[in-house]
């Protein structure tokens, strides 16, 4: 029998996980709070979701296919940036806002960079920070729960606990306040957030010196019940798990990602005390995951086999 002998530059690494497989792992992670989202805002919730797949996946393909690049809409990329952007919208937004924020995130933060792999920015934060810009008014229109009655429109636990009012644990972990659809429901969200953790998906490094960082600033400007309210508010959690961990964005050393954490939830306690912005936690990682190469720069590990330049 002939044997191939195969000669391949490192890393020599071998992984039954291939983008497809760890994609889907990432949509059924994402899964819990997008019910969660559908239950306390309604079919809405549904139409948003399912306008931003449908947009992020037919921009990806109409990008490849008008350049004549090969069609990889299978390995299910397009749809985890197209769920992400769906929980970063509010749930009464118009439709056409998931399909222009598809838009940007495939074309111009994805495809325009050299697709998966290519982009420096997370595509549905950096869709959701032009939305933003560009509708505010849209943006910033949360509506109520199910569960909540005596208001068409509420304001976020952020502008309440800035505002001095009280805001209970409880209906922070349910989800029942204002917010964006997919960031409300934190126990959905730790539930994904810890499954990918225990499934080797993502580091757990990002999110617990993300959200540790952040924790420990509040606790020592505001003190423990402060603390705990912060981090049970706005995206701090929902970006701690599944944004800051992307793999294209995030630093490939340990140090670096544990830099990234850490720098993360200073941003975030910076913009969200000191700024006239109540949030914070889109701005910091997209100033993070521009950070990224520098940071890289001085984390990576030492190159096996290099040889040492004498003056």
């Given at each position: 029998m002939q044997k191939n002998l195969v000669v391949?530059?490192?890393?020599?690494?071998?992984?039954?996980?291939?983008?497809?497989s760890i994609m889907q792992e990432v949509c059924l992670a994402l899964l819990p709070a997008g019910i969660a989202g559908i239950i306390l805002f309604g079919w809405n919730a549904l139409a948003v979701i399912v306008a931003s797949v449908l947009s992020c996946v037919v921009s990806e393909y109409a990008f490849q296919r008008v350049n004549h690049q090969k069609i990889l809409i299978g390995d299910w990329s397009a749809v985890v940036t197209?769920?992400?952007l769906a929980y970063n919208i509010p749930a009464n937004a118009p439709l056409w806002i998931p399909v222009v924020g598809g838009i940007i995130a495939i074309v111009l933060v994805k495809q325009c960079f050299g697709g998966l792999g290519g982009n420096f920015m997370n595509p549905a934060l950096t869709a959701r920070a032009v939305?933003?810009?560009?509708?505010?008014?849209?943006?910033?229109?949360?509506?109520?729960?199910?569960?909540?009655?005596?208001?068409?429109?509420t304001a976020t636990p952020l502008?309440?606990?800035?505002g001095g009012e009280s805001v209970k644990i409880l209906d922070l972990l349910l989800g029942n306040c204002g917010g964006v659809l997919g960031e409300t429901c934190k126990i959905a969200i730790l539930l994904g957030g810890i499954y990918l953790i225990l499934r080797g998906i993502v580091d757990w490094r990002i999110p617990v010196c993300f959200i540790g960082t952040a924790f420990i600033c509040y606790l020592i400007q505001d003190g423990f019940q402060t603390?705990?309210?912060?981090?049970?508010s706005g995206g701090l959690l929902l970006g701690a798990f599944f944004m800051a961990t992307d793999y294209?964005?995030?630093?490939?050393s340990g140090l670096g990602r544990v830099i990234?954490?850490?720098?993360?939830?200073?941003?975030?306690f910076v913009i969200r005390s000191y700024a006239t912005?109540?949030?914070?936690?889109?701005?910091?990682?997209?100033?993070?995951?521009v950070m990224t190469p520098l940071i890289d720069r001085f984390t990576a590990g030492k190159l096996f086999g290099e040889v040492k330049k004498h003056a």
């Open positions: 391949t530059s490192s890393p020599h690494l071998r992984s039954a996980r291939f983008t497809r197209g769920l992400l939305l933003f810009v560009s509708w505010a008014g849209i943006m910033s229109n949360y509506p109520q729960t199910r569960f909540m009655t005596d208001a068409v429109s502008v309440q606990i800035s603390a705990v309210l912060q981090i049970l294209v964005t995030c630093p490939m990234m954490g850490i720098g993360c939830g200073l941003l975030l912005y109540v949030e914070g936690c889109s701005f910091a990682i997209l100033f993070m995951n």
